[in-house]
């Protein structure tokens, strides 16, 4: 019953457990980042201190005035940017005026720079709607979007990367279309930009583009990765710059066709850096740690070597991911737990955790909220999976008694997980099975005597016939071979 091969990082099953991780990473995405509108932004005007309130009927009798005199336009613009900023319900009123739109990009293509920038801004709002009104935005506007970004002027290609960065996070539909219009290359070349706000609304863009495969590819062969690692640098004052381009690295490395690349680019070392000179700062920042940890996963998701020996001589990051297992915010803890059950499939960095009280830390997270166990249990398995002498560790403080209130979970990878962690620790460890049955551990085993799921069921029937009812066993086997010869046998009268 040896289930080893479950959880280490290596051998046949070694592709597939990665392609399960990165398939859990995508899902968790799909819910919380391409949920409907969640890659949209509106932009709004922090120097204007007016609070704007229209209607649907003063939305329509601003547009029939842009429609109908050149007077006032610029003025026009700036209501109409401000209105379309509020709501889909807004942005309808302005589109049912017909031949509003187009006239918008008559301004973007021809009106003074002013107005350009309004124009702009306003299909930045109106891209911030629904799918269909990024659609329409997209046949009518696409081709002057993309101009604007290589106008060499800094407000016009800043509104106009944040537009495409918002049509990129409507549908697929969108982005294919976005994609085949030759989006690419025009918003990599931002990335040089000696202007932060442009940088970040062209990586905003990227990172919206990426969260389809196939784009992945594209963006890698335009030479993406290099551009990137350059901006992997810690400045308090462009923080919202590092976390998009960590986002745009958290895509291309959940794919897992580009790693090479990223190495060679010398991301993981900067991702190293970055998670060290972070935790002197802020350990409770999600808007950065969120894809800095997801992205450093995904790269130890890969297997390659090079992951493995590098993270084993940067001792320094141990007791750093000890503390963030600690932040006050508990989707910093779940991502942190999610690396570490990457980072422990590698035998030598289990080693490195003896030197700090990340078990410990671990181990606490098992009473934690239902992701973060989950994560915990598993980490905990790839420890005693490769390296056996730590089983003895992990009983010491407390895994085995710790582990026992997941056998009741209503997850079967969480029960799982338990099961193999119970398992290893009671085959090597001599007074472990004292110390499960005294902490009432037979009880949760005994219950998934008659689970539904079959794995689990068998499970807890081996490691009940192996550790616990062996004796019993063995009694039963001999009743049913019956009685030995010698009981056989009855005196002879004489």
């Known amino acids: 019953m040896d289930r080893r091969h479950l959880f280490k990082h290596k051998s046949a099953t070694a592709k597939s457990i990665r392609e399960k991780r990165r398939h859990e990473r995508q899902e968790l995405r799909k819910k919380k980042r391409d949920a409907a509108l969640s890659g949209k932004r509106v932009r709004q005007n922090t120097v204007e201190t007016e609070e704007d309130d229209f209607n649907e009927d003063q939305v329509t009798e601003i547009t029939q005035t842009f429609l109908a005199s050149s007077d006032g336009r610029l003025e026009v613009l700036k209501s109409l940017r401000r ?17 509003s739109l187009q006239r918008l990009v008559e301004m973007l293509d021809n009106g003074s720079d002013e107005e350009k920038i309004e124009a702009a801004w306003c299909l ?6 629904t799918d269909d009104h990024a659609r329409k935005v997209i046949d009518a506007a696409c081709d002057s979007l993309i101009r604007g970004l290589s106008s060499g002027s800094v407000p016009l290609e800043d509104h106009c990367s944040w537009a495409i960065g918002n049509l990129a996070g409507g549908s697929v539909e969108c982005r294919d279309l976005l994609r085949k219009q030759g989006v690419i290359e025009p918003l990599i070349n931002l990335l040089l930009s000696p202007i932060p706000e442009v940088v970040r609304c062209a990586a905003f863009a990227l990172s919206n583009l990426a969260r389809d495969k196939e784009t992945t590819g594209l963006l890698t062969d335009a030479g ?5 690692s350059s901006l992997l640098v ?19 490395t959940a794919c897992g066709a580009h790693e090479k690349k990223i190495l060679e680019a010398g991301v993981l070392e ?3 850096d970055l998670v060290i000179n972070m935790s002197d700062k802020d350990v409770d920042d999600v808007q950065v740690w969120t894809p800095l940890l997801r992205c450093f996963g995904n790269i130890i ?12 001589t940067r001792r320094e990051l141990f007791p750093i991911l000890n503390k963030l297992l600690q932040s ?21 960095a289990c080693k490195e955790l003896i030197d700090t009280d990340l078990l410990s830390t671990i181990i606490n997270l098992l009473s934690s909220t239902y992701d973060v166990k989950k994560e915990a249990a598993y980490t905990l398995c790839n420890i005693a999976a490769n390296i056996v002498e730590l ?3 992990l009983l010491e403080k407390g895994a085995l008694t710790a582990i026992i209130p997941l056998l009741k979970s209503s997850d079967v990878d969480t029960i799982h997980y338990a099961l193999t962690l119970t398992e290893m620790i009671l085959q090597n460890c001599s007074e472990a099975v004292k110390v499960f049955e005294s902490s009432g551990g037979l009880e949760g085993l005994e219950g998934l005597e008659y689970n539904n799921n079959d794995m689990l069921r068998e499970q807890a029937d081996g490691i009940l016939d192996v550790f616990f009812y062996k004796e019993d066993k063995q009694e039963r086997e001999a009743a049913a071979l019956g009685p030995a010869d010698d009981e056989c046998r009855r005196p002879v009268d004489d």
């Open 270 to 272: 900067k991702i190293i």
């Open 301 to 312: 998701c890969s297997g390659l070597e090079e992951t493995g020996s590098e993270m084993c």
């Open 391 to 393: 089983c003895g560790c």
């Open 234 to 252: 810690f400045d308090d004052d462009k923080r919202e710059i590092l976390s998009e381009v960590l986002w745009v690295l958290t895509y291309l």
């Open 124 to 129: 930045n709002n109106i891209s911030a709607g």
């Open 328 to 348: 006050e915010q508990q989707h910093i803890r779940k991502e942190c737990i999610w690396l570490l059950s990457n980072i422990t499939a590698l035998p030598n």
């Open 83 to 99: 209105a379309l900023s509020l709501g889909s319900a807004l942005i309808e009123s302005f589109l049912n005026v017909s031949g």
């Open 224 to 228: 993406i990765v290099p551009h990137l």
